[in-house]
């Protein structure tokens, strides 16, 4: 089958001279308008470093929910 809708390719050159709006806190990527970026307590995050934050954050509620579960099991003894 062929579709002839779009045949051109889509090329939108970059724009070299946008200006970042933010920089990221941990690993100062630049981060542009467009682009995703989250802030927590003024640190300002790229999405590669917040998916980190978020990786520590739930190992850390996964080592205390493994220690509440340790209590539990003492306490049911
Ligand atoms: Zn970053």
Redesign the pocket.
Known sequence: MNHPLNDKPYLSPPENKQTPLYK?D??D?EIFEGDNCYKIDDIV??P??MGTHLQIIAETIDIEAFLADLENEEVGD
């Open positions: 990221c941990i690993c990527e995050y790229c590669e470093c």
